[in-house]
């Protein structure tokens, strides 16, 4: 059994930064990747960035320069810095990793469960 959990989201002032933090817990063979989504009020969920095992990182080209993500690969967990926050980044955040349980398992992904992020005065 694989969880993800989120954490470090609340209520944010425009201009303010944000640490979220993602953990994934239970037995993991291998970590592929972790990466953040979020989804908004009425919108599909929405790619944030991901990082790669090897420390490889993306970020969505619109929110490059106040959105990094990073990674500690010994504790299995991610990192989402947002800085300069806007109220059009208030969603929901959601953690995922690409991982395989077993040397057999092949590769499956996972998802938390959200932590939300409002950024408003």
């Known amino acids: 059994q694989v969880q993800l959990v989120e954490s470090g989201g609340g209520l944010v002032q425009p201009g303010g930064s944000l640490r979220l933090s993602c953990v994934a817990r239970g037995s993991i063979f291998k970590l592929y990747a972790m990466g953040w989504y979020r989804q908004a009020p009425g919108k599909q969920r929405e790619w944030v960035a991901s990082?790669?095992?090897?420390?490889?990182?993306r970020v969505t080209e619109s929110l490059r320069g106040r959105f990094t993500i990073s990674t500690d690969n010994a504790k299995n967990t991610v990192a989402l810095q947002i800085d300069n926050l806007k109220p059009e980044d208030t969603a929901v955040y959601y953690c995922?990793?690409?991982?395989?349980?077993?040397?057999?398992?092949?590769?499956?992904?996972?998802w938390g469960q959200g932590t939300q992020v409002t950024v408003s005065s």
């Open positions: 990082i790669s095992s090897d420390g490889g990182t």
């Open positions: 995922n990793g690409g991982l395989a349980t077993t040397v057999v398992s092949g590769y499956q992904t996972y």
